[in-house]
């Protein structure tokens, strides 16, 4: 079981403790960068893709159960935030954002899996 750090929802977390809580395979990884950023460089496990400058963004998000655990992560970490955000307000439960994005999780030299989206 994924334990929280606090009672807040929303927390940041690093590459390698984002990998180990997939490891667990407790999380729903969420990828919300665009089409031509995923097929450069991949995703990381099996993430469910979400863009998050689709017009109905907010709404596709609001469909997700809210007593998941997620993983939401970007290009470089601003558009994870805003989400992250965005499902704090919506009252998801447990949110982790990667912090520095796919780009802190290639520089730690971890897997990513290239697929047709």
């Known amino acids: 079981m994924i334990e929280t750090p606090s009672s807040d929802p929303l927390h940041m ?3 390698l403790n984002a990998k180990h809580l ?3 395979g407790e999380i729903t990884v969420i990828d919300v960068r665009t089409k031509p950023e995923i097929e450069e460089s991949g ?7 979400i863009d998050f400058r689709d017009p109905d963004f907010v709404e596709k998000m609001n469909a997700l159960p809210k007593n998941t655990v997620y993983l939401i992560y970007c290009q470089s ?3 994870g935030l805003k989400a992250g955000q965005m499902m704090e307000k919506l009252d998801f439960s447990s949110i982790y954002v990667l912090q520095g994005g796919i780009l802190t999780w290639m520089r ?3 897997p990513l899996l290239h697929q047709e989206i």
Do not use: S
């Open 13 to 15: 977390i690093d590459a």
């Open 22 to 24: 997939i490891d667990e």
């Open 43 to 49: 995703v990381i496990g099996d993430a469910a893709w």
């Open 77 to 79: 970490g601003v558009r």
């Open 108 to 110: 730690a030299g971890l």
